[in-house]
Protein backbone atom coordinates (compact mmCIF):
# COMPACT_ATOMS: atom_id res chain seq x y z
CA UNK A 1 0.00 0.00 0.00
CA UNK A 2 1.22 3.21 -0.67
CA UNK A 3 0.99 5.75 1.57
CA UNK A 4 2.31 9.63 2.44
CA UNK A 5 1.98 10.56 5.87
CA UNK A 6 2.89 14.15 6.59
CA UNK A 7 3.74 15.63 10.00
CA UNK A 8 5.08 18.64 11.80
CA UNK A 9 2.36 20.90 11.47
CA UNK A 10 0.77 23.23 14.50
CA UNK A 11 0.34 26.58 15.51
CA UNK A 12 2.87 29.31 15.44
CA UNK A 13 3.80 32.72 15.96
CA UNK A 14 4.83 35.11 12.91
CA UNK A 15 8.55 34.60 12.44
CA UNK A 16 8.92 31.80 13.98
CA UNK A 17 10.04 28.06 12.31
CA UNK A 18 8.45 25.10 11.55
CA UNK A 19 9.39 21.57 9.91
CA UNK A 20 7.18 19.65 8.43
CA UNK A 21 8.06 15.96 7.36
CA UNK A 22 6.57 13.38 4.73
CA UNK A 23 7.26 9.79 5.36
CA UNK A 24 6.55 7.53 1.87
CA UNK A 25 5.72 4.03 1.86
CA UNK A 26 4.79 1.27 -0.23
CA UNK A 27 7.33 2.67 -3.56
CA UNK A 28 10.29 4.60 -4.24
CA UNK A 29 9.49 8.42 -5.46
CA UNK A 30 11.78 10.03 -7.88
CA UNK A 31 9.33 13.51 -6.95
CA UNK A 32 8.32 14.59 -3.72
CA UNK A 33 6.86 17.98 -3.40
CA UNK A 34 4.98 20.01 -1.15
CA UNK A 35 1.46 21.83 -1.70
CA UNK A 36 -0.14 24.09 0.46
CA UNK A 37 -4.36 24.71 0.69
CA UNK A 38 -5.54 27.74 2.49
CA UNK A 39 -9.25 28.21 3.14
CA UNK A 40 -11.51 29.50 0.13
CA UNK A 41 -8.17 29.11 -1.81
CA UNK A 42 -6.77 26.80 -4.61
CA UNK A 43 -4.32 24.00 -3.86
CA UNK A 44 -0.79 26.07 -4.11
CA UNK A 45 2.85 25.00 -5.17
CA UNK A 46 5.05 25.33 -2.26
CA UNK A 47 8.30 23.48 -3.36
CA UNK A 48 9.53 20.18 -4.78
CA UNK A 49 12.81 18.14 -4.77
CA UNK A 50 13.01 15.59 -8.02
CA UNK A 51 15.87 12.99 -8.31
CA UNK A 52 17.78 12.08 -11.23
CA UNK A 53 19.46 9.50 -9.84
CA UNK A 54 23.19 9.80 -10.47
CA UNK A 55 23.03 13.07 -12.10
CA UNK A 56 21.50 14.39 -8.27
CA UNK A 57 18.07 15.91 -7.32
CA UNK A 58 16.84 19.34 -8.84
CA UNK A 59 14.89 21.71 -6.14
CA UNK A 60 12.45 23.93 -6.76
CA UNK A 61 10.00 26.79 -4.70
CA UNK A 62 7.34 29.08 -5.37
CA UNK A 63 8.88 32.58 -5.32
CA UNK A 64 6.23 33.54 -1.99
CA UNK A 65 8.81 31.08 -0.26
CA UNK A 66 12.11 31.40 -1.59
CA UNK A 67 14.66 32.01 1.10
CA UNK A 68 12.27 31.18 3.79
CA UNK A 69 11.71 27.26 2.62
CA UNK A 70 13.85 24.52 2.01
CA UNK A 71 12.76 20.92 1.05
CA UNK A 72 15.53 18.33 1.55
CA UNK A 73 15.37 14.42 1.85
CA UNK A 74 16.60 11.96 3.66
CA UNK A 75 16.41 8.66 0.94
CA UNK A 76 17.14 6.13 3.69
CA UNK A 77 13.91 7.17 5.45
CA UNK A 78 12.08 7.74 2.56
CA UNK A 79 10.97 11.00 3.87
CA UNK A 80 11.21 14.54 2.76
CA UNK A 81 11.37 17.76 4.86
CA UNK A 82 10.23 21.31 4.62
CA UNK A 83 12.21 23.55 6.70
CA UNK A 84 9.91 26.89 7.17
CA UNK A 85 11.24 30.10 8.67
CA UNK A 86 10.25 33.31 8.78
CA UNK A 87 6.73 32.45 8.72
CA UNK A 88 3.96 34.88 8.18
CA UNK A 89 0.35 34.41 8.46
CA UNK A 90 -0.02 34.29 4.26
CA UNK A 91 1.67 30.57 4.99
CA UNK A 92 -1.43 29.54 6.58
CA UNK A 93 -2.53 26.57 4.82
CA UNK A 94 -3.27 22.71 4.78
CA UNK A 95 0.00 21.51 3.72
CA UNK A 96 0.17 18.52 1.67
CA UNK A 97 3.02 15.97 0.44
CA UNK A 98 2.83 14.75 -3.06
CA UNK A 99 4.76 12.14 -5.01
CA UNK A 100 5.47 11.31 -8.39
CA UNK A 101 7.31 7.84 -9.36
CA UNK A 102 9.26 9.96 -12.31
CA UNK A 103 11.61 13.46 -12.59
CA UNK A 104 9.81 16.20 -13.20
CA UNK A 105 10.65 19.89 -14.56
CA UNK A 106 10.24 23.07 -12.61
CA UNK A 107 7.27 23.47 -14.27
CA UNK A 108 5.78 19.91 -13.87
CA UNK A 109 6.44 19.69 -10.38
CA UNK A 110 4.62 22.78 -10.11
CA UNK A 111 1.69 21.21 -11.29
CA UNK A 112 -0.41 19.24 -9.19
CA UNK A 113 -2.31 17.12 -12.13
CA UNK A 114 1.31 15.59 -12.00
CA UNK A 115 1.00 13.68 -9.03
CA UNK A 116 -0.51 10.21 -8.34
CA UNK A 117 0.01 10.01 -5.07
CA UNK A 118 -1.16 12.49 -1.63
CA UNK A 119 -0.85 12.73 1.93
CA UNK A 120 -3.56 13.39 3.98
CA UNK A 121 -2.12 17.09 4.90
CA UNK A 122 -1.34 18.94 7.99
CA UNK A 123 -2.25 22.28 9.47
CA UNK A 124 0.15 25.05 9.72
CA UNK A 125 -1.52 28.29 11.70
CA UNK A 126 0.54 30.88 11.71
CA UNK A 127 -0.75 33.71 14.06
CA UNK A 128 0.26 37.40 13.70
Known amino acids: QVQLVESGGGLVEAGDSLKLSCAAS??????LSWFRQAPGKERDFVAALSSKGRNGDSTYYADSVKGRFTISRDNAKNTVYLQMNRLTPEDTAVYYC????????????????????WGQGTQVTVSS
Open 98 to 117: AGQIVFLSRDQAASAGWYAY
Open 26 to 31: GRTFST
